[in-house]
């Protein structure tokens, strides 16, 4: 329970209507986008600036409570929730955007603006700013760094930590920190913005952030290959790749994910097929147009059953928003969703989704499967209801098993979708016991008190998903 005079404190620094602990704001943010984890904080709190934010810390480090920031909280790996309880900080108040650069080509925003927002603005500017995850309706920016967030064109244009070159931040002592800059190049010292970027909040709370953009591509072209055989589409993301082609997007759903999407979007798409590659080339017109017509030649030397290439603009939005409503079309198939997140080779991925269906079958679970096969980044999602604990304990066997299974086929635990609870008593299969080591150092150096989200990436190994009994 929070001290009254703590309480006092933090109203005296953001105004008493921006600090609440009635029960109705608390449990709306004891909770974020990952089912059957719950913990009620003592408080919520909404800093409006980068003052604020340190003044904040200064009281947390000073009681040593816990602090939690937070977006929307659209993460899946439970990296909000408040499972030491303490103080949820929401950042959607500091949403501004600072400044767009069009001499150095970048943008200075707050952390809790919408990303979709942020991007519809860029572009309204005739810039490009590339990471896009499947979130980005409501999803924050900071939210983006703090998890490394991906998204459909991470293959060809890479993820938020490839566009993040500056960072301010507030340390858990309150101190403000500036990393990077504007700068194309810079290599003094350690490169602290990049390790900051998916720290998860564990380290510091980001309160502004550098965005590197670029110019937009000048011409799109989007298609879809159909296959009756799982291989034939994973060979022809190998293919594609070999033929020195990077396309801007290049995503594959299975027979499953394909029913409930097709259901979902109403696209009338083949219901007998095994694979579907959703695949997009922008670029310079010619570029564009050879790349297309090449891939299309690879597809049907490995014997797609249908090539259909969007006519215009709508109809390939409509494909590309169907593969961005997978998570939401499978959510309708069962009072719980579980969308994970693991990694392979790209030449690894038709071996993958062999495994996963296995593992499913193994467990009598239904594990539908999408993702970016361009850079092998799958999401494995059960369909399930968090009533049936014997149902869940199968879930969760299966996904431990599905983890061992990238690693052992050269992959890794997550892609992008972060740590946090979920994942942390599988850290250690990637990154062995020096690496532990060696993060837990660092966390040691950025927050010695131990108040910044703890209990996230290094908790004990026995932590497993859990089914909250809600009070």
Same mark, same amino acid.
């Given at each position: ?202 380290? #510091?709370?980001?309160? +502004?952030?550098? =965005? *590197? /953009? ?7 072209? !989007?298609? @879809? %290959? ?83 290439? #969007?006519?215009?603009? +709508?109809?390939? =939005? *409509? /494909? ?7 998570? !939401?079309? @499978? %959510? ?104 532990? %080591? ?34």
């Amino acid at each position: 329970m929070l001290e009254n005079q703590v309480k006092a404190k933090l109203r005296g620094i953001v105004g008493d209507a921006y600090f609440k602990d009635d029960i109705e704001t608390l449990v709306t943010h004891s909770y974020d986008g990952t089912p059957m984890l719950q913990q009620l904080p003592e408080g919520v709190i909404y800093p409006q600036n980068t003052a604020q934010v340190s003044a904040i810390m200064k009281v947390m480090s000073e009681h040593q409570i816990p602090l939690i920031s937070r977006g929307s909280g659209t993460n899946l790996c439970g990296g909000t929730v408040p499972v030491q309880g303490g103080i949820v900080m929401v950042m959607h108040r500091m949403n501004a955007i600072l400044e767009v650069d069009m001499q150095n080509l970048t943008a200075t925003v707050q952390p809790g603006i919408i990303t979709k927002t942020f991007i519809e603005h860029i572009e309204g500017l005739g810039l490009f700013y590339p990471p896009d995850p499947s979130s980005m309706a409501i999803s924050t920016i900071g939210g983006n760094i703090a998890e490394c967030s991906g998204g459909l064109r991470g293959l060809k244009y890479g993820t938020t930590k490839d566009y993040v070159i500056g960072l301010e931040c507030v340390l858990a002592s309150g101190e403000i920190m500036r990393t990077g800059g504007k700068l194309m190049k810079d290599v003094a010292g350690y490169d602290l913005t990049k390790l900051l970027i998916g720290s998860e909040g564990t380290l #510091a709370v980001i309160t +502004e952030a550098t =965005l *590197k /953009l670029i110019p937009p591509p000048k011409h799109k072209k !989007t298609m @879809l %290959a159909m296959f009756k055989d799982m291989y034939g589409a994973a060979r022809t993301v190998s293919a594609i790749i070999e033929n020195r082609i990077i396309p801007a997007t290049l995503e594959f759903m299975d027979n499953p994910t394909i029913r409930v999407v097709n259901d979902f979007a109403k696209l009338g798409l083949p219901l007998d097929m095994e694979a579907i590659l959703l695949i997009e080339q922008d670029g310079e017109f010619e570029t564009v147009e050879r790349d297309i017509a090449r891939i299309s030649e690879i597809c049907q030397e490995e014997h797609a059953d249908q090539i259909s290439i #969007a006519s215009n603009q +709508e109809e390939a =939005l *409509k /494909l590309l928003t169907a593969r961005r409503s997978a998570f !939401t079309a @499978l %959510a309708r198939l069962r009072p719980t969703t579980i969308l994970e997140d693991a990694t392979v080779p790209r030449s690894k991925i038709a071996e993958m989704v062999q495994q996963i269906n296995r593992i499913a079958k193994k467990y009598d679970v239904q594990i539908c499967t999408f993702g970016h096969a361009g850079d092998g980044n799958l999401h494995p999602t059960a369909t399930t209801d968090a009533r049936n604990h014997d149902e869940i304990e199968r879930v969760e066997a299966a996904f431990e098993e599905i983890f061992e299974e990238a690693i052992r086929l050269g992959g890794t635990i997550t892609g992008e979708h972060g740590v946090g609870l979920v994942k942390a008593p599988f850290l250690e299969w990637k990154v062995g016991s020096a690496g532990i %080591a060696i993060m837990k150092n660092i966390k040691q150096g950025f927050d010695p008190l131990n108040i910044l989200n703890p209990g996230k990436m290094f908790a004990k190994e026995s932590r497993r998903r859990v089914v909250i009994d809600h009070v």
